[in-house]
Nanobody, 127 residues
């Protein structure tokens, strides 16, 4: 059974940093496309970043160099390093996985692409 567990969320002040982790179990991530999404109250879930099995990375436009997605296949874990956090980054952050295949950018950053989801970790940024 595929399971994803996020951790690393918390409360920080504007300009601060956090690193989120997504630990996978029940399968090995090496052949999966992994992604981070977020959802703020009253808003739709949106993509933050994705990383393919070949380590191709894609970012949503609002990231603008502030976030870095990475994967450690040996640890079966995906990370999202976030710097320069802003109050508008406040949201529940979710990890997602989909069996590896060639994807367009739209697919890689699309909510409907992913089959497996974690429960989320809350990030709160205060001004």
């Amino acid at each position: 059974q595929v399971q994803l567990r996020e951790s690393g969320g918390g409360s920080v002040q504007s300009g601060g940093s956090l690193t989120l982790s997504c630990a996978a179990s029940g399968y090995t991530i090496s052949n999966y496309c992994m992604a981070w999404f977020r959802q703020a109250p009253g808003k739709e879930r949106e993509a933050v970043a994705s990383i393919d099995s070949d380590r191709t990375v894609r970012y949503a436009g609002f990231v603008k160099g502030r976030f870095t997605i990475s994967r450690d296949n040996a640890k079966n874990t995906v990370y999202l390093q976030m710097t320069g956090l802003k109050p508008e980054d406040t949201a529940m952050y979710y990890c997602a996985a989909e069996a590896g295949r060639e994807m367009t950018t739209m697919e890689a950053l699309g909510v409907t692409t992913y089959t497996y989801w974690g429960q989320g970790t809350q990030v709160t940024v205060s001004s």
